[in-house]
């Protein structure tokens, strides 16, 4: 089993940056691809994006490229989401995910284990 709790959302204005994190424990942290998704209300929980186990490879969707980064601390095991020039649009509950796999995917099932979520809300 991987426990992973989230921190960090918030309320926000556009054009704002964020940094929500992830805590990892349980297993050895290296050996899974992180994810995050995020799901707006009354919509699909969306890839947002992953970073490969050695923190080499990055992949994100196209809503956030550019505007977000993911990092990940094996040490620390930890993975965090910086976002930049947040937008209305990007109000959802953000949720990080463990895969235990070689490479990222950018689909739920491909994910083994999820955090709680936080809340993350751009104002206009």
């Known amino acids: 089993q991987v426990q992973l709790v989230e921190s960090g959302g918030g309320l926000v204005q556009a054009g704002d940056s964020l940094r929500v994190s992830c805590a990892a424990s349980g297993r050895t942290f290296s050996n899974y691809v992180m994810g995050w998704f995020r799901q707006a209300p009354g919509k699909e929980r969306e890839f947002v994006g992953a970073?490969?186990?050695?923190?080499?490879?990055?992949y994100y969707a196209d809503s956030v490229k550019g505007r977000f980064t993911i990092s990940r601390d094996n040490a620390k095991n930890t993975v965090s989401l910086q976002m930049n020039s947040l937008k209305p649009e990007d109000t959802a509950v953000y949720y990080c995910?463990?895969?235990?796999?070689?490479?990222?995917?950018?689909?739920?099932?491909?994910?083994?284990?999820w955090g709680q979520g936080t809340q993350v809300t751009v104002s206009s």
């Open positions: 995910a463990a895969a235990a796999r070689l490479s990222i995917s950018t689909t739920r099932g491909g994910y083994d284990y």
């Open positions: 970073i490969n186990r050695s923190g080499s490879r990055t």
